[in-house]
């Protein structure tokens, strides 16, 4: 049911070939991890299973949108562990429902809709509070999801000057930050308009005294899952050249940014790059079709 979920698969791709400067750029493919259930998700998952398996709970429960990336992953990471799950969903339950809420819903997951002003405040309906639930929170926040974050740089080369990475909550960033070394710097970029608290987050997850890292707010295209013809045709563009797919909410922002800053010179000369595309692909079926040429 869960198909090919394969950690063999996840390598580096070099792009180096894109740039005319003295630069090494990989990127390091999370999204390669399969199809759906793909990226950085599953990596911020994996201690919050082992918690919930090691206090003996049963049933997660966790927030996310119609179109999450997180709730098809919790769907998928729970079935493999069995545990029961139920996404507490945002908005008005839908007359058809995403392919992202089909898929959770074909591993198990079961959903409680509540309205866009409830979900705000994150609350857990009273007939999940007792013993049995463990609580997610929306898209893995926290210490443990930040823990299964660092374990991502187990995938690849030790010796990157740069990190690079989306940010949505900083919980990958901040696991990214705690798995580097001194010297090795942590690019961030903010796929959200004004996220002004996201630095306190980030250094609220942050176990070294590590401060080379640095979190870019100029690329977020309007907003959280807001995107802009410029930005989907460097996304087309860029798997034209490349053949990496990416999606609009996260990584199509990041490359796209990355590459700017490559051309303005922002890192310096021989610096070698690796760009973590953290998956997520599965939110492009909700652009209209012939959008995304892949
Ligand atoms: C959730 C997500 C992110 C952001 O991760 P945070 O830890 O919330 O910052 C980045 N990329 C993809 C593909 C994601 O699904």
Not at 184 to 204: H, P
Not at 254 to 283: C, M, R, T, V, W
Request: charged share 20%; with cysteine; proline share 3%.
């Amino acid at each position: 049911m869960l198909g090919h979920l394969s950690f063999d698969e996840i390598m580096t791709d070099d792009i180096s070939y894109l740039f005319n400067n003295e630069m090494q750029v990989a990127v390091l493919r999370l999204d390669k991890l399969h199809p759906v259930i793909s990226g950085n998700k599953w990596f911020k998952l994996r201690y919050y299973m082992e918690d919930a398996k090691a206090q003996g709970k049963n049933h997660i429960i966790t927030f996310g949108g119609a179109w999450s990336n997180h709730i098809v992953a919790t769907a998928a990471a729970c079935k493999m562990n069995g545990l029961k799950a139920t996404g507490i969903i945002r908005g008005e339950e839908p007359a058809n429902y995403s392919p992202t809420l089909l898929k959770a819903k074909e591993l198990g997951m079961e959903f409680i809709f509540i309205s866009r002003e409830e979900y705000k405040d994150k609350i857990v309906p009273e007939q999940f509070t007792s013993s049995q639930y463990y609580i997610i929170n929306e898209g893995g926040a926290g210490e443990m999801g930040a823990k299964g974050a660092t374990t991502i740089l187990d995938y690849c080369e030790k010796n990157y000057t740069h990190y690079c990475c989306a940010v949505g909550t900083g919980t990958m960033m901040a696991g990214i930050i705690n798995a580097v070394n001194t010297g090795q710097t942590v690019i961030g970029i903010s796929v959200m308009k004004n996220n002004t608290g996201l630095e306190d987050d980030i250094r609220s997850l942050i176990h070294k005294d590590n401060t080379n890292w640095q979190l870019l707010h100029d690329y977020h295209f309007g907003g959280y899952a807001k995107h802009q013809p410029s930005l989907l045709a460097f996304m087309n563009q860029f798997y034209t050249q490349t053949k990496i797919p990416s999606d609009f909410v996260y990584t199509g922002k990041l490359f796209y940014a990355i590459n700017d800053l490559i051309e303005k010179n922002f890192f310096p000369a021989n610096s070698n790059l690796l760009i973590i595309h953290s998956g997520g692909l599965q939110g492009n079926d909700s652009l209209p079709k012939g959008t995304l040429i892949f």
